[in-house]
Nanobody, 115 residues
């Protein structure tokens, strides 16, 4: 069974940092790309960052230069380092893996950036 668990969210002030983790199991982690999405209240889920199996990486324009995505082939985890957080970064953050055409999501971790 594919399992995806995000953690590391919290309440921070603008300019501060958070590190999110995405721990996975139940599939061959090293053969699949990982994507991070976020969803603010009342909005659609949007892609924040993605990392492929050969370290090919993409970022949404809104987070370029502030967020860094990585993956650990041994721990089967992905990390999203978020620096210089802004109020517009507030939302629920999710990990996604697509296996055989089926999207698997974690339950999300909440990030709130507010002074």
């Amino acid at each position: 069974e594919v399992q995806i668990v995000e953690s590391g969210g919290g309440l921070v002030q603008p300019g501060e940092s958070l590190t999110l983790s995405c721990v996975t199991s139940g599939f061959d982690f090293n053969h699949y790309g990982i994507q991070w999405f976020r969803q603010a209240p009342g909005t659609q889920r949007e892609l924040v960052a993605g990392i492929g199996t050969v370290r090919n990486i993409e970022y949404a324009d809104a987070v370029k230069g502030r967020f860094t995505v990585s993956r650990d082939r041994y721990k089967h985890t992905s990390t999203l380092q978020m620096n210089n957080l802004k109020p517009e970064d507030t939302g629920e953050y999710f990990c996604k893996v697509v296996i055989a055409g089926i999207a698997h999501w974690g339950q999300g971790t909440r990030v709130t950036v507010s002074s």
